[in-house]
Protein backbone atom coordinates (compact mmCIF):
# COMPACT_ATOMS: atom_id res chain seq x y z
CA UNK A 1 0.00 0.00 0.00
CA UNK A 2 1.51 3.39 -1.04
CA UNK A 3 1.50 6.67 1.21
CA UNK A 4 -1.16 8.44 -0.84
CA UNK A 5 -3.21 5.43 -0.48
CA UNK A 6 -2.83 5.28 3.36
CA UNK A 7 -3.64 8.71 3.20
CA UNK A 8 -7.31 8.22 1.34
CA UNK A 9 -7.92 5.57 3.61
CA UNK A 10 -7.65 8.12 6.33
CA UNK A 11 -9.63 10.16 4.73
CA UNK A 12 -7.04 13.04 4.40
CA UNK A 13 -5.70 14.62 1.20
CA UNK A 14 -2.38 16.40 1.46
CA UNK A 15 -2.37 20.10 0.96
CA UNK A 16 -0.35 22.57 -1.05
CA UNK A 17 3.19 22.55 0.10
CA UNK A 18 3.61 26.00 2.08
CA UNK A 19 5.60 28.94 0.47
CA UNK A 20 8.91 29.06 2.94
CA UNK A 21 7.86 32.64 5.21
CA UNK A 22 11.40 33.75 5.25
CA UNK A 23 15.04 33.60 3.92
CA UNK A 24 15.52 29.76 3.60
CA UNK A 25 14.84 27.06 1.01
CA UNK A 26 11.70 24.10 2.27
CA UNK A 27 14.16 21.57 1.56
CA UNK A 28 18.08 20.67 1.12
CA UNK A 29 18.50 17.25 -0.34
CA UNK A 30 22.47 15.63 -0.20
CA UNK A 31 23.28 11.91 -0.63
CA UNK A 32 19.86 10.69 0.02
CA UNK A 33 19.31 12.79 2.53
CA UNK A 34 16.86 15.02 3.23
CA UNK A 35 16.64 18.17 5.42
CA UNK A 36 13.11 19.37 5.89
CA UNK A 37 12.91 23.05 6.88
CA UNK A 38 10.41 23.57 9.63
CA UNK A 39 6.92 23.35 9.07
CA UNK A 40 3.53 24.48 11.03
CA UNK A 41 -0.27 24.08 11.57
CA UNK A 42 -0.84 26.58 8.47
CA UNK A 43 -3.80 26.46 5.90
CA UNK A 44 -3.04 28.34 2.79
CA UNK A 45 -0.04 30.41 4.73
CA UNK A 46 -2.09 31.22 7.56
CA UNK A 47 -1.88 30.05 11.00
CA UNK A 48 -4.92 27.82 11.54
CA UNK A 49 -4.75 28.16 15.82
CA UNK A 50 -2.07 30.30 17.39
CA UNK A 51 -0.70 30.45 21.32
CA UNK A 52 0.89 28.52 23.93
CA UNK A 53 -0.14 24.77 24.69
CA UNK A 54 -1.13 24.70 28.35
CA UNK A 55 -2.95 28.39 28.47
CA UNK A 56 -4.65 29.14 24.71
CA UNK A 57 -4.20 26.34 23.52
CA UNK A 58 -5.65 22.62 25.04
CA UNK A 59 -3.73 19.97 25.06
CA UNK A 60 -5.83 18.64 22.33
CA UNK A 61 -5.67 21.32 20.38
CA UNK A 62 -2.32 21.01 20.60
CA UNK A 63 -1.91 17.37 19.32
CA UNK A 64 -4.29 18.14 16.58
CA UNK A 65 -2.08 21.46 15.37
CA UNK A 66 0.50 18.62 15.44
CA UNK A 67 -1.23 16.02 13.32
CA UNK A 68 -1.68 19.41 10.50
CA UNK A 69 1.36 20.19 11.15
CA UNK A 70 2.86 16.36 10.23
CA UNK A 71 0.55 16.60 7.53
CA UNK A 72 2.11 19.69 6.20
CA UNK A 73 5.67 18.15 6.22
CA UNK A 74 3.93 15.39 4.13
CA UNK A 75 3.16 17.92 1.56
CA UNK A 76 6.54 19.47 1.50
CA UNK A 77 8.06 15.92 1.30
CA UNK A 78 5.83 15.29 -2.28
CA UNK A 79 6.59 18.77 -3.46
CA UNK A 80 10.05 18.22 -3.33
CA UNK A 81 9.94 14.35 -3.99
CA UNK A 82 7.17 14.04 -6.27
CA UNK A 83 6.04 10.93 -4.71
CA UNK A 84 5.84 10.19 -0.89
CA UNK A 85 7.04 6.43 -1.88
CA UNK A 86 10.33 7.67 -2.36
CA UNK A 87 10.52 7.98 1.88
CA UNK A 88 12.97 5.32 3.18
CA UNK A 89 13.04 6.15 6.49
CA UNK A 90 11.92 9.61 8.45
CA UNK A 91 15.14 9.65 10.42
CA UNK A 92 14.27 11.94 12.97
CA UNK A 93 11.63 14.57 13.83
CA UNK A 94 12.17 17.58 15.77
CA UNK A 95 9.56 19.33 17.79
CA UNK A 96 9.08 22.61 19.30
CA UNK A 97 5.89 23.19 21.19
CA UNK A 98 5.24 27.01 22.08
CA UNK A 99 4.12 26.34 26.12
CA UNK A 100 2.47 28.03 28.87
CA UNK A 101 4.49 28.11 32.23
CA UNK A 102 4.06 24.97 33.83
CA UNK A 103 2.89 22.79 31.47
CA UNK A 104 5.20 20.05 30.64
CA UNK A 105 3.34 17.46 28.29
CA UNK A 106 5.20 18.40 24.88
CA UNK A 107 5.79 14.71 24.39
CA UNK A 108 2.21 14.72 23.95
CA UNK A 109 1.68 17.34 21.76
CA UNK A 110 4.20 15.79 19.78
CA UNK A 111 2.53 12.42 19.55
CA UNK A 112 -0.15 14.13 17.00
CA UNK A 113 2.43 14.37 14.66
CA UNK A 114 4.58 10.93 15.26
CA UNK A 115 1.98 8.90 15.07
CA UNK A 116 0.32 10.53 11.63
CA UNK A 117 3.64 9.69 9.95
CA UNK A 118 3.49 6.00 10.77
CA UNK A 119 -0.40 6.01 9.65
CA UNK A 120 0.82 7.48 6.57
CA UNK A 121 4.44 5.62 6.07
CA UNK A 122 4.30 2.60 7.85
CA UNK A 123 7.66 1.52 9.48
CA UNK A 124 9.38 4.34 7.28
CA UNK A 125 7.14 6.67 9.30
CA UNK A 126 9.08 5.54 12.77
CA UNK A 127 11.73 8.15 13.72
CA UNK A 128 13.85 9.00 16.73
CA UNK A 129 12.27 12.52 18.21
CA UNK A 130 13.28 14.89 20.48
CA UNK A 131 10.13 17.91 21.83
CA UNK A 132 10.98 20.59 23.16
CA UNK A 133 9.69 23.61 24.97
CA UNK A 134 9.81 26.98 24.16
CA UNK A 135 8.00 30.04 24.94
CA UNK A 136 7.34 31.29 21.57
CA UNK A 137 7.17 30.40 17.60
CA UNK A 138 7.25 32.12 14.75
CA UNK A 139 3.59 33.65 13.77
CA UNK A 140 2.60 32.39 17.89
CA UNK A 141 2.30 29.15 16.05
CA UNK A 142 2.28 26.31 19.01
CA UNK A 143 3.93 23.60 17.01
CA UNK A 144 6.37 23.22 14.54
CA UNK A 145 8.78 20.68 13.40
CA UNK A 146 11.18 19.68 11.06
CA UNK A 147 12.53 16.53 10.22
CA UNK A 148 15.38 14.66 8.32
CA UNK A 149 14.13 12.00 5.81
CA UNK A 150 16.25 9.00 4.19
CA UNK A 151 15.26 8.97 0.09
CA UNK A 152 15.73 7.04 -2.41
CA UNK A 153 17.25 9.09 -5.82
Not at 9 to 34: C, D, E, F, K, M
Not at 110 to 137: I, K
Amino acid sequence: MTPEDRLSLLGLTLPSAQAPLASYVPARQHNGILHLSGQGPLKDGAPTITGQVGGDVTLEQGIAAARLTALNALAALNAELGDLSRIVAVQSLTAYVASAPGFHSQHLVMNGASDLLVEVLGEAGRHARVAVGTNALPMNLPVELSMIVAVTP
